[in-house]
């Protein structure tokens, strides 16, 4: 299947550098006939100059040349121009490489008129995309990060916003969501986009500390007012003052606390342990749980007056897998992180990776993801991710799906990548193609209208071949 064109081709110069002048002329020839606007050079150093003196939108490429090679014009010619290269059949490694080290693709010579087709046609399409893209990228600007909060996803758009509409007021915010959602992430950038801002943001865990050190580590103590307490200590309610306290696992907190809680929430005061005093308090409580406080509620594990004033607003964070579009920028996003802190360069991802990360289900959300790219980063050792740095569970869980029916290409509508993309249509169309023939690759090929050749690289390529046995 040739994919429609989508750009006007008048608009697509394209530079054709191969030293056999019967090749150079006939691919001239093809691609004038097809529309483009063309220019040759015979050898590399040739087209590097004519690359330097016009501008192109592509240059088709021979791997072997008399000077300087395919390769080398490749890497000398850095983001100049999107490079097909030309291969002879069976130098499958070195096209490979080429890819990686950034050629748009490759193609096999003798050139066969329908892979070209295909090729260009395909090229059009990420070129459309590119333009789309780079359209979009200006619209967004900065949306989509709020306050170290990276995503993509519809939902994560509308808490932004609400969190927004927010912090003009002191009302309290319950965050709810499953452990690395970014509950804590959030409750941070509610008060980083508040008034209070230049005051302390104080969190505590309330399942991490010691039932009968909570009530003074929340409030505080009189010198005297149990045995341990040999001077007066401030709670962490009066380190908050003027600033946001952000109770973390609230659920946690035993009932005779709960009661305390609600009181200084009412009044706006607070009284130490052992001391009468009342002391005027002015701080804005955040919750967080991942326990599900109506039940609670209705088993009386946890007081329904407290429940209602610390959720005047609640905010759910959705797991991971829920809005799988968040992987991607999220990916990107530790990847810079962690190398940043490593001093190491950043690493690419590759497409196949990118699917593993996508397939996953992230039971434990952005935390384990970005546990994960740390991991990777440090285990692999060129300058992509590689799939064997990935944790054992994600490999497994990829296994178990590819051995079911049909292997499942994720499809992101929010997914800007273009090559991840394109990639993704390209081995959907193959997967339908061959489950139409029952696997045969001879019929699958026709169907798809490439070569027989083509698609067998496609297969190794994607790592399609081999042992999948709905592939064979
Ligand atoms: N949208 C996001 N953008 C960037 N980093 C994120 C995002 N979500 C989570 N993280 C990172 O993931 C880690 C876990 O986030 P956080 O501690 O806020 O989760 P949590 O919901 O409080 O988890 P838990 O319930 O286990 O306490 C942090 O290192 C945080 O920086
Ligand atoms: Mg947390």
């Given at each position: 299947m040739i994919p429609a064109r989508s750009i006007d081709p008048l608009q697509l110069r394209i530079l054709v550098i191969d030293d056999d002048n019967e090749v150079r002329l006939s691919l001239q020839t093809v691609l004038e006939t097809l529309g483009y606007l063309t220019a040759t050079a015979a050898t590399g150093e040739e087209g590097l100059e004519t690359l330097a003196r016009d501008s192109y939108d592509l240059v088709i490429c021979d791997?072997?040349?008399?000077?300087?090679?395919g390769m080398e014009v490749l890497k000398q010619s850095g983001s100049a121009a999107p490079l097909i290269l030309m291969t002879a059949y069976g130098n499958q490694d070195i096209a490979t490489q080429a890819v990686h080290a950034g050629a748009f693709d490759y193609i096999s010579k003798p050139i066969n008129p329908d892979d070209l087709i295909f090729t260009l046609r395909k090229f059009e399409e990420f070129e459309r995309l590119k333009r789309e893209n780079t359209a979009l990228r200006a619209s967004l600007s900065d949306k989509y990060s709020f306050k170290n909060i990276i995503a993509q996803s519809e939902s994560f758009k509308s808490i932004f916003e609400t969190v927004k509409r927010l912090s003009q007021f002191n009302t309290t915010v319950m965050i709810t969501g499953?452990?690395?959602?970014g509950k804590e992430l959030l409750a941070r950038a509610i008060h980083e986009s508040s008034a209070r801002r230049g005051k302390g943001f104080i969190a505590i865990n309330c399942g991490a500390i010691p039932e009968q050190l909570m009530e003074s580590e929340l409030f505080g103590h009189r010198k005297g007012a149990f045995t341990d307490a040999s001077r007066d200590k401030k709670g962490l309610f009066e380190e908050a003052d003027g600033g946001t306290l952000f109770l973390d696992e609230v659920g946690e907190l035993p009932l005779h606390l709960q009661v305390k809680l609600l009181r200084a929430l009412q009044e706006h005061s607070i009284r130490r342990v052992g001391d009468e005093q009342m002391i005027p308090i002015d701080v804005r409580v955040v919750s967080a749980t991942l326990r599900n406080l109506e039940a609670d509620v209705e088993n009386g594990r946890f007081r329904e007056d407290l429940l209602y004033r610390l959720n005047v607003v609640s905010i759910h964070l959705p797991p991971l897998r829920e809005r799988k579009e968040d992987i991607p920028v999220l990916v990107d996003h530790f990847i810079q992180k962690h190398s940043k802190r490593l001093g190491i360069p950043a690493k690419k991802v590759p497409v196949d990776v990118m699917q593993l990360l996508l397939e996953?289900?992230?039971?434990?959300n952005a935390r384990e993801l970005e546990n994960c790219m740390e991991r990777a980063l440090v285990l692999s050792q060129s300058n992509e991710i590689e799939s064997e740095a990935l944790p054992e569970a994600v490999l497994r869980s990829h296994k178990r799906r590819i051995h079911g029916v049909v292997k499942t290409t994720v499809i992101d509508n929010d997914n800007l990548s273009i090559k991840q993309r394109a990639a993704a249509l390209e081995i959907d169309l193959i997967q339908r193609a061959l489950a139409k023939t029952g696997g045969n690759r001879t019929h699958a090929a026709k169907i798809l209208e490439i070569s027989h050749r083509a698609l067998l690289y496609k297969l190794k390529e994607y790592g399609l071949s081999g042992s999948d046995p709905d592939l064979k």
């Open positions: 791997l072997r040349l008399p000077g300087i090679s499953e452990s690395g959602t996953y289900e992230w039971r434990g």
